[in-house]
């Protein structure tokens, strides 16, 4: 699937009273999610261990 026929689907998607800044939104965050497979898929990802570890860093 190209990128242009996955933007049409993100946006086909949503419902027909969404804004701009919603399908902006859907758009990012889809974008997000194929980098962060990507990465996983190429063995670049973090384990969930260490994860949780930088999450706990800010939680105090």
Do not use: N
């Not at 949503?14 to 701009?20: E, G, N, R, Y």
């Not at 194929?34 to 898929?41: M, V």
């Amino acid at each position: 699937m190209t990128t242009k026929e996955l933007a049409k689907r993100v946006i086909e998607s949503l419902p027909d009273d969404s804004t701009l800044d919603d399908i902006i939104h859907a758009l990012y965050l889809k974008a997000k999610f194929e980098h962060g497979e990507a990465e996983i898929r190429r063995g670049e990802g973090i384990s969930d261990e260490q994860a949780r570890k930088r999450l706990g860093k800010w939680a105090g």
